[in-house]
C-alpha cells in the first residue's frame, strides 16, 4: 500500500509493480479498502465473525510471488 512509511522501503515503486501485476485484480489495494474492511469488522454486521482472517489484497494471497527482476 502507497504510505508515508512504504515511501522509504528500496525498490517499493517496483515492488507494488510486480505486486499489481502478479495480482488476480491487476491492481493494488487501496488505504481506503483496506480501511473500508476493519470498519466492516468494527460493525454490527460482522456481529458472528470471529477467528478470521480476511486478506485485502487483490486476491495476492492465492497465488505464489514471483521473482521481481532487478
Given at each position: 500500500?502507497?504510505?508515508?512509511?512504504?515511501?522509504?522501503?528500496?525498490?517499493?515503486?517496483?515492488?507494488?509493480?510486480?505486486?499489481?501485476?502478479?495480482?488476480?485484480?491487476?491492481?493494488?489495494?487501496?488505504i481506503?479498502?483496506?480501511g473500508?474492511?476493519?470498519?466492516?469488522?468494527?460493525?454490527?454486521l460482522?456481529?458472528?465473525?470471529?477467528?478470521?482472517?480476511?486478506?485485502?489484497?487483490?486476491?495476492?494471497?492465492?497465488?505464489?510471488?514471483?521473482?521481481?527482476?532487478?
Amino acid at each position: 500500500i502507497r504510505t508515508l512509511a512504504a515511501s522509504g522501503i528500496k525498490n517499493f515503486r517496483k515492488m507494488l509493480a510486480a505486486n499489481e501485476a502478479q495480482t488476480p485484480l491487476r491492481r493494488n489495494v487501496t488505504i481506503d479498502e483496506v480501511g473500508n474492511a476493519g470498519a466492516f469488522l468494527c460493525s454490527d454486521l460482522a456481529s458472528g465473525i470471529s477467528g478470521e482472517i480476511m486478506y485485502v489484497d487483490g486476491g495476492f494471497n492465492t497465488t505464489a510471488m514471483g521473482s521481481m527482476e532487478e
